[in-house]
Structures are given as C-alpha cells and as structure tokens.
C-alpha cells in the first residue's frame, strides 16, 4: 500500500477514535461529572433560581440531544463559552497554547537530548561504572516527585533562601531575556522530571542496537566508538525514538504543563486544565480532551510517516 | 534542505512562538510607575458584577467599577461613606422611600462599547440598569436575593419580561443625577447591599456590547481600569478620569492606637488613587504563594496557617520574629464570618421528630454533641490557635455580639454529655448513624476525624460516625440543598456588618434551597426575626436578636461558632492598611508607596 492510502486509513481510524474518545468523555463528564448548577448560584436561591440555571447550563435536556449540539458545534470549532466566566472556549485556549509550548518547549528538546546522549554512555559501557552511574541517577530522578522538584527548584534558584536569581512565578515575556528569565527554572523542573525515563528509554534502545549484526560487522571493520554510536546505532534507533519523541509531546503539553502552569503561575493550557478540573467546567474540559485526542492522532500520522520514511522497509510489510 | 535554511526556519518559528508568547507590550520610557503587587489565594471566575460572587472577584469588581456606597477606610467597627452617592441616601417618614443624588461628571471608563469609544457621564438610569439586570433571567445574576421581595414591582417587572425601558416603580431615576428606591417593607440593611460588587454601576452599552465577554472586560467607573486578566493574575491601571477626592484621615476613621507607624498620614489631602498600577497575583498554593511573597516579587501575603511558626515570635499577642518584622507589617484581622456546623432538623434521626417523646430526646442528643465538641483544639488544630470561639451564631465582628454571652455552649463537657445521653436512654445501640458531609478535600477530612474521635470519646461506635465525601464543592451545596446532609460544616462570610445577616441563616422561610442549610424551623425564632427584620439598629433590635441567637442555642441547632482570623502580611515599603472583610478591596485606592517623598 502507498504511504498517502496507509495514511488514509490511519486518518479514517482516527476519526473514529476522536469520536469515541468524544463520546466517552462526554458521557464521563456528564454523568460524573461536578454539578455546577449551585456553584453558579446566589446565597438563598430559589427553586426558580435552581430550574433557571439548570436550563441554562442544558442539565435538563436529553443526554443525546446536548450530545448531538456539542459535536456539532465543536466540529464547526466552536468549542462554545467557559461555565465560570463566560469567555469563549477557543480562543481562551487559542492564547493559552503558545505559551505552553514555548513554556515546555526547552525542557522537552533538552530532557530528550541529555536522554538520548546520557542513554548512549550508559549503553556503551554496559555494566561498568558509568553505567551504574547513569542508571543510579535515572532510578533517583524517577523516584522523586514532580512536586517536590518543583518546590525545591523554587526554594534554590528562586527566593532569599537560596540564589534568588529567577522568579517564583509568571510569564511576562517580552524579549528573548525575559524569556529565558521566566522559562529556566520551569525547563530545569521538567528537565528533572523528565530524564530518568528519557534515559531508562534511549539506553534499552541503543543497547538493543549495539547487540546487533551490523553493529559487530562495523566494528569487525575497525568503526570507532563515535561512529558506531552516532551513524550505525542511532540511525537504526531512529523509528523508535522518533515514536517516542513524538507521542511525548501531547503528554508534554497537557499533563507535564499542568503542575509547571499551576505553581509557577503560567497562563497556558495547564493551568486552564487545572482550573476547568477543579471547577468543573465542562466546556473547556471536553475542548482539551478532544484537542488532545486530535493531537495524538496528529502525532500517530505523524510517527507512521516518519517511521516509513526512516525505515523503507516498513512500507513493505 | 539545506542545514542552513533548516536553522533559519528554526529560528524564525522559535521568534514567532516567543511573540505569540508575549503577554506585554513593552513599556514607554519614563518615571516609573507606582506600582504595587497584591497576591490572592483564590482567582475570580467571573469579573461581571451580576456574578462575581467570592471574595477574589468581588475584590476586583469594587475598584473597577462605582457602587453608590462603600465603607470608611479605617472606620471600626465599620461605617458607610458616599462613592459614587453625592450623600446618604434621604428616607421618607415611613423609612420605605429612598433618595439618592449622585455625583456629577463621574464617567465610565473609555470603551469600544460607546459611540467613538469615549467614556459617557454616569447617571442614575445606569443604576437602574445595574440593579434591574440582576432579576434578568438572562443575567444569571449571584446577586438577586439582596433586592428579592425588597423592591416594589420587581417581581413583577421580571414576569412581564424584564423590559429595561419600563422599569419598575420601586425603581426610578427622577432625573440624571437623582435616584429613588421603593421598599415594599422597611430594610435597614439596604445602604449595606448597595456597598456590594452586586450593586456596582456598569453602563448597558457594555452589556449590549461586551455580553458574556463581561466576565473578562471591565467598564466602570472605578478608581482603576482593567488592563488584563488571566487565570494567574488582573493587572489594573489608574483611571485617569477617577474623581477627585482628596482624603481626610479623621473622616476615614484614622485611629493612632491601631493605625499609627503604618504610613498613612501621607495621604492626607491627595485624591486616591495612588497607584498607576495594581497587579493582583491569583495563587492558590500555599507554598508558592509564600516563595513569590518572601521573594519580593508579591507585596501581601494571607499567611497559610502551616507558616505561622515560621514566621511568628508570638502569637498572642501576634508579633513577627525579628528578621522578618524588619521587612513586613503584620495584622491579625478578625474574618468577617464564622464556621459552624448545623444540625438538618429534617432529619427526624437528629432534628425535629413529631413524636414529642423522640424530638425531646433529638434535642438531648444534639445538646450532648455540641457539649462534647472540643473547640480549642479545633481552633488550635485549624486555625492555629489564634481564632475566637464563641456561643451562638452572632459573632464578634458585628456590632450586635455579646460578649458576656454564657459560654456553656462552647465549654468542651464531656460528661455533661455523657450523663445528658444516659438521662435520655441513648446508648451505644440506639444512638443513630451520625453522617458529616463535606468536599473531597485532606482538611475536611482531618475535620471528620477529629469530629470522629469527640464523638467515640462521647459513646459513638466508630462505625456509627460516618462520612459523606463529595467530589466538589458544587456536589456537597447541592446535597445539603437537597436536605441529604445530616451534619453540614460551612463558613459563612458576611455580607454586611449586621447579626441579620448570620441570624437568616435559622430562619424557617430561608430553609433549603436557601441558606438556612440546617432547615432551622422554630416557630419562636422566626416570629423574633420577622419582628426585628424591619427594625433600625436599636437596643430593642439588638435585644430580639439576642433572643433569637439564645434560640438556636437552646435548641442546640448547631455546633457554633469559630470566628477566624487571618493573618496578613504586607511590605513595609507601602503606606496601607488591608482589609478582606465584608466585600473586600476598597483599600486599594488609598494604598501609597512610602518612596518618593511628597513634595
């Protein structure tokens, strides 16, 4: 099959996905989901009052029918109002989604980078020191919590007890070096985070390849070091890093944003997602879910196409 | 492509990400600007004054847009003073006719919503507009119940379709700059409401204009003007146009004994604002709510009771340790409300019972856990010991309390309540399942268990004490609305300075879905307060109102009271005095810089 039919096929599949996910969620939200209505009321509200919001807020229309008007709005894009303050959905995220990429950005390409290369070290010297080493770090990395990174970072780099070089919080970006003021302490935080498994991953990956034929026949050819990890390994590595790398990035964007946003007072997605978890506004809440869906079929396409492009071979099978 | 085209595109997405980014534009050179940073534990959800319902939004919403009335300064106990009112307002022999004149050549903020974009004079139909809006079902107003049944033809103007070019006869501007209110009854407490963010003036041009898009635009009148607002923070610039007003520290209620050493004589005769420039930080964690106050990058801090040792020498009285009093100041302010837990008397296991047998007993049962209930250490546990208890549901912060109050109802008696539940058969066996709602939240729950362990010590099997978690706050009010709540723990943040604000809390017409949450329906209670509702503050209102709180108490409707108190820190680099009581914020445009000298 040619690559523009694979992907095809790949996109009907994620249509379908995209509705289940819809529907799911919706379903979830609806049925489990907080009850805003007395959230949304005044103190001594009348059962008028009550009858008046629920209305409003479609609780007491047929779980279909709002089905029905939700999907049809949001696959015309419109994502319709947030419950708390009545702001459109869309753009609301439209100007949150800039800032966490830029926010998340850094950390991502660097965690990845340093995983990769600390991955490749550990590979290389399997069972020795170095490796030991790398592998100690990543399991301590892996152990501690997002939060306790996250405060103690603040604690370091961020008040009078420790260097009180960077800020505590905010986004008032304006010029690459306020950018790198406000970003750093957030990227150190995700990067953190981010490079025990990153290392754990890209290790097992290259160890794979360094155990295979043409690895030892290179070697038998007098390949270096360098070579060997850097031309032979990592270009055969490269489908299931690139896999990786690119079903990382909704998880990066939405889950990884959403702790770095909140205590670092960011206005990106993450604190939107957080503040429409903990309210329950399901508008903005249904919007993230299906966005995120629609990036992770993005992403598949994505990783299928690169995946058939690095390795022609794939094609064939 | 080439590596070099690569790197390129590269960089030319990087600058674009790193634009769209940008949440300021530059600033222009020049003096800086006096600026001060406020921090918050909560963020509004909506600044539309119809719905800006917390404490976080009505703060704002009071210094972007004019209410006719707001509080002294510095006045306690608290005082009303004119805003956007030229003076009180004029009541009729019959106390049921208000006139108010406003002040002239007040004008809105400039705004796309008017012709031009220009700012228009604000006259006394826009308060009519402000107040009518809120019995618009298409409002979906917080706000309606301050006015409900209180304005003649109200109800009535909302059945027939709430035409805003028909308004109501309760409701009338006679002139641009003269407003009259009709009252269907006497309401002493009507000058107090129209001090609320729900009263605040807005014109119907941004309504017609912004729409819902009001929960993130402003167009007042206010001391101040909206620049942005996100989820982490408002930031808010001087009205320029804001009317001239110059402050005289004695009419505020300048005290020395409470208010000296702070700074703030340097506002005496200049007209506030004087800020050009207010950010209000939104940050609900404790902990980097801390870090960006001790960092400088925040100038107020509510100080989260798990710091208090950090921070405190002493507690009482409240003074810092050395290092950080060089830096702040500190006030331990009284919040204006309390906790308590109310008894749902539709719970025939615990409250009212038609056997007269059975409801006497109830009531001994009630009596017992109330006796059992350990205040101080609740106090010292949750509010770090530095809240007051006290008996009843009138608390300290209004005028009507008494403090001479028999403290029986909060002296921590366990065997007054074990021989009480012996004298009235109750046992181990026949003692109901106790059910404690609240919130999915790590201190609601620390609070069930501490309930959990007095009522074990008091004779309950454990088993019998049970909780009923709710995922959100929205769940737990719309199961205690329900009447499915046996035992409701909530705070009740006054809305104005007056006991008639906590005491409707037990009357029997407020009962679910209204705010009487305990269904509190006692037929002596609600003669009392029908009686004192329409009374102006006296000594005889006062004494009904001690009447009616000595009812609750009696009944043991509730597990009463804890009024908290906050702590708050500020820098001592600002020449102001915070307050977060009753509707919050108007402070802000008296707060000062004490660097540069005035001249």
Redo the contacts between chains.
Sequence with gaps: MSLAGYLLRRLVHGAALMLGVALLSFTLMVQFG??????????????E??E??RE?LGYDRPFLMRFGDWLSHTLRGDFG??A?????VGPLLG?AF??T???V?PGFLIGNVLGLLLGMLAAWHRGGAWDRLVLGGSVAGLSLSFLVII?VL??LL????GL?LF??????????GS?FYYVTVPTLALITVSLGYNTRFYRAVILEELGREHIRTARAFGAGGGELLFTHALRNAAVPVLTRLLYSIPLVLVSGSLLIE??????GVG??AF?AI???DQAVLLAIVVLTAALFVAVQLLADAGSRLADPRLGSS | MKPASTLTLALAVLSLLLFTACSEAPEDDGPAPVTYVHSMDGAPKSLDPARASSIYGKTLVLNLYDTLYRYRYLARPYALAPNLAAALPEFSEDGLTLTIRLKEGVRFVDDPAFPDGVGREVVASDVVYSLLRHFDPETQSQGAWLWRERIEGLEEWKAAGADYDAPPPGLRALDEHTLQLRLTQPYPQIVYTLTQGYAAVLPREAVAYHGEGLGTHAVGSGPFRLISVDRTRAVLERNSAFRQEPVSLAAEGFDPAFDEGLGLERIEGRAPPFLDRLEVEFIREDAARWNAFFAGETEFLKLPVAQFDRVLESRDPVRLQPNMAERFHVQAAPEAGFVYTSFNMDDPAIGDHPDPDQDERNRALRCAIVKAFDWPTRNQQFSGGLGRVFPGVIPPVVPEFNPDLDPTSITHDLEGAQALLTEYGWNAENLPVLKWGFPSSVTDRQLFELFRGYMVTLGFPAEKVQPLVYASFGDFLRAFTNREVMLVTTGWTLDYPDAENTLQLFYGRNASPGANNGNFDDEEFNRLYREAAVLEPSPERTALFQAMNQRVLDECAAISGLNRRLLLLWSRELAMQPDRAFVGGYFFRFIDRLTPEVP
Excluded: H
């Excluded at chain 1, 708390?84 to 459109?88: K, L």
């Design positions: 907080p009850d805003q209505t007395f959230e949304l009321l005044g103190k001594n509200p009348t059962t009052d009550i008046t919001v409003n109002v947030s708390a303050n009545g702001e459109p100007r800039p800032i990429l830029a926010l950005l405060i603040q604690l961020c008040t009078p007890y009180n800020p505590t919080r905010g986004w008032r970006v304006d010029g690459l950018y909140t205590y670092f007072g960011i206005p604190k939107i503040d903990t309210s329950g």
